[in-house]
């Protein structure tokens, strides 16, 4: 094992400029203080907090890669692409992200009206009361204000009750195709990583399909030590890095203080077999 392979590295989370609730300025200096030595700023569909990270992560001495999560659409669920180390500017990228946010302001739309249909009004103004960024609502902003009103008691049962696949608040949406996806991060320069792979509800030839697509595209990763994996995923998907030919990332995938229960860079190594993203990664870092 090489000297970088226990680097601390998190190269998943989420600011205000998405669904997280901190400035990126914030989760530059928790990762500093929680000893991170390799930090990316992953916000779903957008690149818009990458200058401030970059500034952030200098200002406390932290080695950074730029990064977003992209939202996918894969056999009909939605799985979620990391790109990391792109070039941001890169038109490919910039416009590409621009379209997948753009449907999100109707779908929050809609699924407030189906709220409002089995007795929750509001919602849509609720929501909005903690978004930052106007081009992304999310439903994280939805599970915050049923929170706020008293409706469930975290945004865990909101998720549960309301808003996943099959609940009355989910309008289903069509993400970007996973080609579109990588293609955009390779376009621009960076790499490819599939996000969490152990909470997708996919059977077996669909994920088996999954890797072998995006690896026919041109994915080069995946996540194995996360925030939503338990030690089984990361034995399976460690596996799946040597079966596969991909590098292994890391990430915590922190939202908030108070809803996350993996905090920036508290997380177990990668194992020993996998070759680490970022010693692929090092002329991107910055
Ligand atoms: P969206 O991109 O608007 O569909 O929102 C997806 C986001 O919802 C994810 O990135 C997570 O941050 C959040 N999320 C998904 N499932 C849950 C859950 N069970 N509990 C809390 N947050 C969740
Ligand atoms: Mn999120
Ligand atoms: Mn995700
Ligand atoms: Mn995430």
Redo the contacts with the bound molecule.
Sequence with gaps: MSVTHILNADL?CHSIVSDGTLTPEALAQRAKANGVDVWALTD?DEIGGQARALEAARAVGLRYLTGT?I?VTFAGITV?I?GLGMDTTHPALVQGLHATRGGREQRARAMSDDLARVGIPGVYEGALKYVDNPELISRTHFARYLVEAGICRDTNEVFRKYINDGKPGFVPHRWATLGDAVGWIIQSGGMAVI??PG?YKLSTNEEYALFTEFKAHGGQGVEVVTG?HGVADYVKYAEYCKEFGLAASRGS?FHSPEESHTDLGKLPDLPGSVTPVWELLESRIQ
Excluded: L
């Design positions: 998943h779903h999560e939202s979620h990391v996000a969490h909470r939503a995938d």
